[in-house]
């Protein structure tokens, strides 16, 4: 399922309050952190700060235990903890709360302010090109559409062959496919399918894996999409051989299917192809570099927060962990900054600008310095126009 969306960011974006809360906390899968309760404590520790910047504005502490109660039950919550990925941003307000549980790292922080802070979220949007992930197996074949942090089956059932015997009839020998355990020797179990992988029974193979690429034809139709398989190496080299898909991966997921799950397979599948959208990142800064002194980059908060309200922006790097506050009026454009989070009508304009950027259709990055374009900036943008 996908994990977030544009209209979701742009619904947390439209909501205004005084005291809009963000909270980011890093999270585990599993291991010992989760046994010994880490990731509530970085939570309830976050919420702690959160309190007291509340009191200090003058809130009464019952305002504050009702806004906040949310968060208190998940702290309590022990089954929500063994369900984490790798980071969790929650955000509430008065009557409003709302938890993702991400594939993100964050760096422990909450924010408040007259709006959410989604910077940290932009990393969901950008190198994570779409791909597709088939998990191949002999009368077992699943077809996945896939992103960095997002996976969903595609029914492919009715496409397909349900099984060898209907392509190569009941001569197949399913005997052949089984594991066995060797009586002698180490004890070893061995996949005695892929020693018989020769002769009439390679073709057989042959003719089922063509069957399966001839029916996903009418889905896979946009060859820009990468194509991976997870098989057994023999499989996937036959089934390499009849594939007739442009954007096909050479390297196999081999991993021992059965005993994996299929997020797991996931992730081993984006880090087989993560390079290739990679490339984009390392494209746009090429154009950055190139567009310098031409007044089609800007490295001034000044210049790049109203070009990001006006749709100008095509691509923002923002150095990661870092930020820019202080005050921004949009009738006359006035930006006064600050050093940190001084009062009541500072904001971040970093977030402001990379959700304004994101919106109106830019690629936003959170990189480290040494990778920024110019790194003499903790922002730096590539202009449309």
């Known amino acids: 399922m996908t994990l977030l969306s544009k209209k979701e960011i742009a619904n947390l974006h439209h909501i205004h309050q005084e005291n809009c809360i963000s909270i980011f906390i890093p999270t585990h899968r599993l291991g010992k952190e989760v046994l010994q309760e880490e990731d509530s404590l970085s939570l309830k520790i976050q919420l702690q700060h959160v309190k007291k910047k509340l009191a200090k504005k003058g809130i009464h502490k019952t305002t504050i235990d009702t ?5 208190q039950k998940l702290i309590d919550d022990n089954l929500f903890w063994r369900q984490q990925s790798d980071g969790l941003a929650i955000y ?14 964050f760096e422990a922080y909450n924010y408040i302010s007259n709006s959410f802070y989604l910077k940290p979220l932009m990393p969901l949007f950008v190198d994570d090109g779409r791909f597709y992930l088939m998990t191949l197996e002999l009368g077992k074949v699943k077809l996945y559409e896939c992103t960095q942090h997002s996976i969903t089956e595609i029914i492919i ?15 197949y020998e399913e005997k052949n496919l089984q594991f066995r355990t060797l009586q002698a020797g180490r004890g070893q179990a061995m996949f005695y399918g892929q020693e018989a992988a020769t002769g009439k029974r390679k073709n057989e193979i042959k003719t089922y894996f063509r069957a399966i690429n001839d029916g996903l034809k009418p889905i896979l139709k946009d060859e820009n999409i990468p194509l ?27 991993n021992h299917l059965k005993a994996k799950d299929i997020l797991d397979i996931h992730e081993i599948a984006w880090e087989a192809i993560s ?3 990679d490339q984009e990142r ?9 567009a310098q002194g031409t007044g089609k980059t800007a490295i001034e908060i000044e210049i790049i927060l109203p070009s990001a309200f006006e749709g100008k922006v095509d691509t923002l790097f923002c150095e990661n962990l870092e930020d820019i506050f202080g005050i921004y009026k949009l009738e006359n454009d006035i930006i006064t900054i600050t050093e940190t989070e ?20 830019g690629s936003v990055y959170l990189i ?18």
């Not at 806004?67 to 968060?71: H, N, Q």
């Not at 098989?231 to 991966?249: E, P």
């Not at 390392?282 to 190139?290: C, G, P, V």
């Not at 040494?370 to 202009?383: D, G, H, Q, R, W």
């Open 342 to 361: 001084e009062n009541d009508t500072t904001i971040s304009l970093m977030n402001l600008a990379a959700i304004k950027t994101f919106l109106n259709g």
């Open 157 to 171: 059932d009715d496409l397909i062959p349900k099984n060898q015997q209907d392509i190569v009839g009941y001569d």
């Open 228 to 254: 991976v398989v997870a098989s057994q190496d023999y499989l996937f080299d036959i089934y390499k051989s009849v594939n007739t898909y442009s954007n096909f991966s050479n390297k196999n997921i081999n």
């Open 368 to 385: 480290d310095k040494v990778e920024m374009p110019n790194p003499n900036s903790k922002i730096n943008a590539l202009f449309r126009y």
């Open 67 to 71: 806004i906040t109660a949310p968060v």
């Open 282 to 290: 390392k494209d746009k800064i090429t154009r950055f570099l190139e």
């Open 275 to 277: 390079t290739t959208f």
């Open 92 to 105: 509430i307000a008065e009557n409003y709360f709302q938890k993702f549980t991400l594939p993100i790292y």
